[in-house]
């Protein structure tokens, strides 16, 4: 069974730094992309970026280019997204997924979830 | 950057209804790779059609997708009370952006 397992919840303050996780199982993690999705509370589906854990590639959205980084340490399955100096605006909740399509068929599975809190 | 809008931004029904949702993209959606999901408060999204058309494992007949090149629609036949949702289109490939959604609401 497929499965994307996060890192917990998280409460930081404007100007920290933060990596969560996404560590997957169930298949074999470098042979498909890892993308990031943020989701404010209320709002809609945001896809900030995917990496390729087979070379380290990274495809940001335009919107999150710069803003955050996204790595992979394939030893260990587990793919990361990482925040230098963090704000208030980036408090959402932030899924992993794997996205990809074979055999004519498109496949779609998801993370549980990183709740990330940024307030002082 | 492909860039997805959908309309209307929230869609008021009554179950039994028909509900008929748009997705148009800046440019072309090549080879019909847009998909479409369902995601109710505190779930995940669920994925309902892919390749425009195609439902999804397990999604009952009444969800639909139709569509080719930059306009695309996602028809629910007769609304169930479970399918009170927001609705999100989404393009795949080498990126992967979604729509902003569209709530279907009572």
């Known amino acids: 069974e497929v499965q994307l397992e996060q890192s917990g919840a998280e409460v930081k303050k404007p100007g920290e730094s933060l990596r969560i996780s996404c560590k997957g199982s169930?298949?074999?993690?470098?042979?498909?992309?890892i993308s990031w999705v943020r989701q404010m509370s209320g709002k809609g589906l945001e896809w900030m970026g995917r990496?390729?854990?087979?070379?380290?590639?990274?495809k940001f959205s335009p919107s999150f280019q710069g803003h955050v980084t996204i790595s992979v340490d394939k030893s260990i399955s587990t793919s990361y997204l990482q925040w230098s100096s963090l704000n208030a605006s980036d408090t959402a909740m932030y899924y992993c997924?794997?996205?990809?399509?074979?055999?004519?068929?498109?496949?779609?599975?998801w993370g549980q979830g990183t709740l990330v809190t940024v307030s002082s | 950057e492909i860039v997805l809008t959908q309309s209307p931004g929230t869609l008021s029904l009554s179950p039994g209804e028909r509900a008929t949702l748009s997705c148009r993209a800046s440019?072309?959606?090549?080879?019909?790779?847009l998909a479409w999901y369902q995601q109710k408060p505190g779930q995940l999204p669920r994925l309902l059609i892919y390749?425009?058309?195609t439902r999804a494992t397990g999604i009952p007949d009444r969800f639909s997708g139709t569509g080719s090149g930059t306009d695309f629609s996602l028809t629910i036949s007769r609304l169930e009370p479970e399918d009170f949702a927001v609705y999100y289109c989404?393009?795949?490939?080498?990126?992967?952006?979604f729509g902003p959604g569209t709530k279907v609401d009572i």
């Open positions: 997924a794997r996205f990809y399509y074979d055999s004519r068929t498109y496949y779609s599975d």
């Open positions: 169930g298949y074999n993690f470098s042979n498909f992309w």
């Open positions: 990496i390729d854990p087979s070379d380290s590639y990274t």
């Open positions: 440019q072309i959606v090549s080879s019909d790779y």
């Open positions: 390749d425009a058309s």
């Open positions: 989404q393009r795949y490939g080498s990126s992967f952006p």
